[in-house]
């Protein structure tokens, strides 16, 4: 055979090897562009997931060119809500008040001052006559407000035997401390409430006038939240003894691994169904952790789709593994820009069940009406969804590396996982609930950067846990540190779990300790 009747067979294998790398080529500039454009939206923007057809009292959008429109059932009728109302006036407010906006509570300190009137002080005086006042509100600071408490302990001579006695100083949470239990609890919730770093305060303290070093108020710190830690286990017992338990993980840099670089590690907030939450530190993100905080719990662990959860829930027998359908949403987000309609169709079944959400939220359907109005509306859109989302997957044109592949896929091996919340009511759509507490943890990474040890990681958890359960109670972080600060010491080990935040508002909320700054008027 002749080299010109090879030709032929050679040229089309040249061909099929360009189409082979042009289509590789093509699948490296899509996915490079996907990661291009994530990093723009991580940098640059929105950082809500909130949609226009998510949008509380505006239509969803058009399904009418949806595959399978036919199997969508009609949108929940949109619940009527009260139009906004303005407030009426703060009762420490009174008549004549010229600044409306400004509202305050009636704990809040109020100092008179008496503007002068040159009508009453002037040579026609006794032609006025003072008929009303008029109050105008104005919001005033202090720069710094550190007090220096001076206790005057007298020293007496017994006449006869010429013996000195003294009174003894005040009890105080650490021996000889410089510190007042009021200055403990505003540093903590200064720097873990607020994310004011400790050479922040160290440096508002100064400014103060106070001199103090930034290792006392490290080890201070460091003591006083070592002191909480039987309340943070008391709530880790309380959460894993409920029956609906959400778990996620956030990462964090504690510990030096080597010269000029931290160690990555993770804090694993667990979320109660009593409203309580607790970080806990693990120094990888190992699925070893979960065992060893859950243990044997017998209940419904709500997660987002890490294969860690799914590998714990499938070892235990008594574990129904929900799973969270924001994070399937992201899913098909990643997949919008390459794949717009169909990733278009797949948000809007989506948006559809959080619609049905948002009206069950209206109605205040608990129990059994809300499994009962899931089972009517949702069902139908979750079941009419993963037929979609199988029909997609016979398209001859999606390769393996397409994101709305990766986002097929994920739903679909998660599908037993996201429909759980049709079985139970007390399961939430998603864990959105948990990444909001959470918030603590990443605004921490942007204020204090790093653990710089491990243990400090573990303390960072363990005030985040009461901090945060305190926010969900609506309880007063200092007001509550300062009185468990105190009563720690002396409360029965055996009823440590009447100083959580939960319990301790029952408790204790209304006769609360405070500290020798209150009791002297300060």
């Known amino acids: 055979m002749s080299r010109a009747d090879d030709e ?8 099929k090897d360009w189409q082979r790398k042009e289509q590789a080529l093509e699948r490296d500039i899509r996915n490079l562009t996907a990661q291009v454009d994530w990093f723009k939206q991580q940098i640059f923007g929105a950082k809500s997931e909130k949609r226009p057809d998510m949008i509380p009292g505006q239509g969803l959008l058009d399904f009418g060119r949806h595959p399978l429109a036919n199997l969508l059932p009609s949108a929940p009728a949109d619940v009527s809500v009260a139009s906004h109302t303005r407030k009426t006036k703060s009762s420490s407010k009174e008549p004549g008040d010229e600044n409306s906006q400004l509202r305050f509570s009636d704990d809040v300190p109020v100092q008179e001052i008496s ?12 032609d006025y006559d003072v008929i009303s006042e008029k109050y105008t509100y104005r919001l005033a600071q202090n720069p710094g407000s550190y007090v220096v408490l001076k206790y005057i302990r007298k020293v007496v001579k017994r006449q006869s035997d010429k013996t000195l006695k ?27 409430a607020y994310h004011c770093p400790l050479y922040r ?28 830690r039987p309340i943070h286990l008391a709530i880790i017992s309380s959460i894993i003894g409920g029956k609906h338990i959400g778990m996620d993980e956030t990462p964090i840099k504690a510990g030096r691994k080597k010269k000029g670089k931290m160690r990555q590690a993770y804090f694993w907030p667990i979320c109660g169904d009593q409203g309580e939450i607790a970080f806990t530190y693990s ?15 017998q209940g419904t662990l709500l997660t987002d789709g890490y294969a860690a959860y799914s590998s714990y829930a499938a070892s235990m027998s008594d574990i129904v593994h929900a799973l969270c359908w924001a994070h399937a949403r992201r899913t098909f987000i990643k997949a919008e820009k390459i794949e717009p309609e169909a990733a278009e169709q797949a948000l809007q079944y989506i948006a559809v069940l959080y619609k049905i959400e948002s009206n069950i939220k209206n109605l205040d359907l608990t129990a059994q009406d809300k499994l009962d109005y899931r089972v009517e509306h949702a069902k139908p859109v ?22 709305l592949s990766k986002a097929l896929k994920y739903v679909l091996e998660r599908q037993a996982g996201l429909m759980v919340f049709l079985q139970d009511p007390e399961v939430p759509i998603d864990t959105n609930h948990l990444e909001r507490a959470l918030r603590p943890i990443p605004m921490g990474r942007k204020n204090y950067l790093f653990c710089w040890t491990e243990v400090g990681a573990e303390l960072v958890g363990i005030i985040q846990s009461l901090i945060v359960t305190c926010r969900i109670q609506e309880v007063d972080p200092y007001r509550y540190l300062v009185d468990v600060l105190q009563r720690v010491g002396t409360h029965p080990a055996a009823k440590v ?26």
């Open 382 to 403: 979750v079941d009419a969804f993963f037929q979609w989302a199988e029909l997609q997957c016979l398209r001859p044109d999606l390769d393996p590396s397409n994101p």
């Open 166 to 192: 003294t009174t003894a100083a005040p009890s105080a949470i650490f021996d000889k401390s410089i510190a007042d239990v009021s200055f403990l609890a505003g540093m903590l919730v200064d720097k873990f």
């Open 283 to 297: 120094p990888s993100r190992a699925g070893s952790h979960i065992r060893e905080v859950l243990g044997d719990y």
């Open 201 to 228: 305060q160290h440096q508002k303290l100064r400014d103060s006038g106070i001199d103090i070093s930034r290792s006392t108020l490290t080890n201070l710190s460091n003591r006083a939240i070592e002191l909480l």
């Open 8 to 15: 032929p067979d050679n040229i089309a294998e040249l061909q």
């Open 115 to 126: 503007v002068p009137c040159p009508e009453l002080s002037g040579p026609n005086a006794d």
């Open 497 to 522: 779990h009447e100083l959580t935040p939960r319990l301790w508002k029952e408790k204790f909320g209304q006769n609360f300790l405070t500290s020798d700054l209150n009791s002297m008027g300060q």
